[in-house]
């Protein structure tokens, strides 16, 4: 979503300081060629059971498996792991130092909460990705030799991650979130990155495309699902009603299943969420610095709204809510207006449905 690292904030404020930042300006010499590529024989496959997930928040320190009963009690079946890499804007490199970062974005702590997750029957989904003080998807270089830089550091990031989920047999892999320009003017090097992923991990394959701009990513075909920050507004009201939001759902679930009957791929949810807030289902992460008046409803009639549109249709296969936490030491568990679902009555409607 637009200002989307914003929500991170509150989580990785840690880095803040230290975390390096993306943006900038244009590079004409590769903007959106044609691509004109084979696709891999990859069978549509409505999924049996709906991909019942969350997006883990990275602990700080090592944790040992009781994270996973929280998961359990909902009944999740799928946990998506988030290893940061850092940015600066206006300039390529891409930071991911694992002695430097949090525990659980480390490899040895990913390494440690995919055990845990499988120990405890979930299944994992690796979602490495770029965190900046800006917006990702306005990352932008100037030169050919700044964004050659970037796509080193790019797949040699992503590269660990797919080692090791091939060695943990991790089930799928998203292989960026956002990177709205970087995808627009650099398609070539992902048809590369994902052939390159290809050779030595043989699980399942995403992109986690902004929810206004799916449409325009160029190797859907290449992959397994067409993944989506799925942050749609829909409604500014500030206790949406379930009723009004099924409405407002329509046009957007109508499009999204053309797209994927055109692309021949189920639709993933990559993230989802609301704050609970009010305004919850409008822009959220717009909000983000402001002090909103906390508002529980808002967030469960969201939630209960796109479930009721998106979790019997065939061709969704299902997503990962934003965000779930192990620990809430920085936080009063109950009245926040975070993104957590976590004890709050948004808990309920996610129970039920991943229960179905």
């Known amino acids: 979503m637009r200002c989307s690292a914003i929500k991170y904030l509150l989580t990785f ?10 943006e900038s300006q244009k590079n004409e010499e590769n903007s959106t060629p044609e691509i004109a590529q084979k696709a891999p024989d990859l069978a549509y496959t409505a999924p049996s059971k709906k991909i019942n997930g969350v997006n883990f928040t990275a ?3 090592p944790i040992d498996n009781t994270w996973t009963s929280s998961l359990q009690a909902i009944n999740a079946s799928w946990v998506a792991l988030v290893p940061y890499a850092f940015s600066r804007p206006n300039t390529p490199q891409v930071n991911y130092e694992a002695e430097r970062q949090y525990w659980g974005e480390s490899l040895e702590g990913v390494k440690s909460n995919i055990e845990q997750a499988h120990q405890s029957g979930l299944k994992v989904m ?11 998807g306005d990352f932008d270089l100037e030169s050919e030799a700044d964004w050659k830089i970037w796509e080193a550091d790019y797949e040699k990031y992503l ?10 047999k991790v089930e799928m892999i998203c292989i960026g979130t956002e990177l709205r320009i970087a995808v627009k003017k650099r398609p070539f090097f992902w048809l590369k990155l994902i052939e390159d992923i290809r050779k030595v ?3 399942k394959l995403t992109y986690c495309a902004n929810w206004d701009d799916y449409m325009d990513v160029k190797f859907w075909n290449q992959l397994d699902y067409v993944g989506i920050s799925a942050y749609f507004p829909l409604s500014d009201a500030q206790t949406p009603r379930v009723a009004q939001l099924l409405k407002d759902w329509k046009p957007i679930k ?13 639709i993933l949810f990559a993230e989802y969420g ?3 807030m009010d305004q919850a289902a409008w822009r959220s992460w717009e909000m983000e610095y402001q002090d909103r008046p906390v508002n ?3 967030q469960a009639n969201a939630y209960e709204a796109l479930y009721q549109t998106f979790w019997k249709e065939n061709w969704f296969a299902g997503g990962f809510a934003w965000k779930w936490y192990s620990s809430f030491r920085r936080m009063d568990p109950l009245n926040n207006h975070d993104w957590t679902p976590q004890n709050k009555p948004t808990e309920k409607v996610m129970k039920a449905y991943f229960g179905k």
């Open 274 to 276: 609301y704050r609970s």
């Open 126 to 136: 690796l979602k490495p990705q770029v965190w900046t003080r800006g917006w990702i």
């Open 159 to 168: 590269m660990q991650f797919a080692a090791l989920g091939a060695k943990e």
């Open 201 to 203: 991990y043989h699980g």
């Open 254 to 266: 109508a499009q999204l299943k053309k797209f994927s009957e055109q692309q021949n791929k189920p």
């Open 13 to 22: 404020g840690l880095f803040f300081g230290a975390c390096h930042q993306a």
């Open 59 to 61: 602990p700080p320190r």
């Open 296 to 298: 529980l409803s808002a």
